[in-house]
């Protein structure tokens, strides 16, 4: 499973970022999506998933400020990010499974950085 994950960099505080994440049609249209993060020393945590539906799932800390969405076009899930917060640092990980919580397959991470 292949998946694709670009649109990480640094950004100042309060201030806004989109991740994408693009994979094959049979991955997309079968599967969950998501991203998880992982921060230094810390555990990777889920911050969001889709299922092929559409409906999404987000972790408290950013429920409000991030959203998460499917372009069937051309097999991409997009995480929006605004009003980011320093603790929002971190590797983002793009994921895919059979559930909500993701975790069968893996993309390269893209680090995130919120900082003035």
């Known amino acids: 499973v292949q998946l694709q994950a670009s649109g990480g960099g640094l950004v100042q505080p309060g201030g806004s970022l989109t991740l994408s994440c693009s994979t094959s049609?049979?991955?997309?249209?079968?599967?969950?999506m998501g991203w998880y993060r992982q921060s230094p020393g810390k555990e990777r945590e889920l911050v969001a998933s889709?299922?092929?539906?559409?409906?999404?799932e987000y972790r408290d800390s950013v429920k409000g400020r991030f959203t998460l969405s499917r372009n069937n076009a051309n097999n991409t899930i997009l995480l929006q990010m605004s009003s980011l917060k320093p603790e929002d640092t971190a590797v983002y990980y793009c994921?895919?499974?059979?559930?909500?919580?993701?975790?069968?397959?893996w993309g390269q991470g893209t680090l995130v950085t919120v900082s003035s």
């Open positions: 994921s895919a499974g059979s559930s909500w919580i993701l975790y069968d397959a």
């Open positions: 049609g049979s991955i997309f249209r079968r599967y969950y």
């Open positions: 889709i299922n092929t539906a559409g409906n999404t």
